[in-house]
């Protein structure tokens, strides 16, 4: 247990601060992205993604030291840093072509399948464990633009991609606590205190984005961890706001395509407040959604996004217990 609070402090201490050094890095280099949402639409530092990857790994890394060297530990770095450089070099030389995109996070798989470090019979509700011998390898590869894409996609409020990441990471923490599951256990407590620290400054009004480095790590951290630590399920379900709303995108936008290509955007911005953009032909968001038919403030909204989200993460807890073991 000692172990666990120091690990968790030091994600969290390291994270609160080494992000303010990022910030000014961010506004140096000229690294900033616009808040859409505000009237005045400042430029924020698009850099909490690498503060986010350096105090998760050196917390995972200080585990490996106090305890003992674990395969599963070193490969999720391996995977999430993939993911990572993707969407870093997404942040410097802009947007990558949205069908290319899920083809090189299929990389971030491939440690997975080079260490084999998966289990092709994943615990099923009703079922049990199951045997996918030989297809389970290809959803471990799929699994990683669906998931990182869609942590991706819900990164467009002050907050968002903290909170409810939070929420997924707290079911995967009552799941480990609950069945002595110790690679999610370990991962989850680093990856909350990480998000929390990161909060303070990415909550709204945001200081600092996550950027695609930052929502595609962390997209990536929860493959890695679904799979490895073999909670396949609970992550799906805890994953439901971020799984809807990337499907709704895609279908409203007719395939995967850049939000730019439309004129339209999902909402509206009127003296501060978020609606619902009425034109039919704006993309269909989650945002859009909860935003349908009033006016509401960002952090607000924010707040909606992050209910659903617990919410989403007691059904995945619930159903683990209840039809799964």
Do not use: W
């Not at 011998?133 to 819900?154: E, G, R």
């Not at 509206?268 to 859009?288: H, Q, W």
Request: aromatic content about 8%; charged content about 15%.
């Amino acid at each position: 247990m000692s172990t666990f609070i120091i690990i968790f402090s030091v994600s969290l201490i390291l994270t609160i601060l080494i992000v303010p050094l990022f910030i000014r890095i961010g506004r140096k280099i000229n690294l900033v992205g616009e808040d859409v949402h505000k009237p005045d639409r400042p430029l924020i530092p698009k850099t909490g993604g690498p503060a986010l990857i350096i105090s998760i790994f050196t917390s995972l890394l200080l585990y490996l030291f106090l305890e003992e060297v674990s395969v599963e530990i070193l490969v999720l770095i391996f995977s999430s840093s993939i993911a990572a450089l993707i969407g870093l070099i997404e942040d410097f030389r802009g947007e990558i072509n949205p069908k290319v995109k899920p083809l090189l996070l299929l990389f971030a798989g491939i440690p997975i399948l080079a260490f084999s470090t998966f289990t092709p019979r994943p615990i099923l509700p009703f079922i049990g464990a199951t045997r996918l011998t030989k297809i389970y390898p290809f959803l471990v590869l799929a699994s990683y633009p669906v998931v990182c894409n869609a942590v991706n996609s819900i990164d467009v409020l002050n907050g968002s991609v903290s909170f409810t990441s939070i929420a997924f990471f707290t079911a995967i923490l009552a799941v480990s606590l609950l069945h002595k599951l110790e690679y999610p256990l370990v991962i989850s407590v680093v990856m909350i205190g990480a998000l929390i620290g990161f909060a303070l400054y990415n909550k709204y009004p945001s200081k600092v984005f996550a950027g695609n480095s930052g929502s595609l790590f962390i997209g990536a951290v929860m493959a890695s961890t679904a799979i490895i630590g073999r909670v396949e399920v609970v992550a799906i379900i805890a994953l439901l706001p971020h799984i809807m709303n990337e499907m709704h995108v895609i279908f409203s936008m007719r395939g995967l395509k850049s939000a730019k290509q439309y004129d339209s955007r999902p909402v509206i911005i009127e003296n501060g407040l978020i609606t619902a953009n009425p034109d039919r032909s704006a993309p269909i968001t989650l945002v859009r959604m909860l935003s349908a038919k009033i006016k509401i403030r960002e952090n607000s909204l924010v707040k909606s996004l992050t209910i659903l989200s617990f919410y989403s993460a007691l059904l995945a807890i619930l159903t683990d217990i209840l039809f799964m073991r």
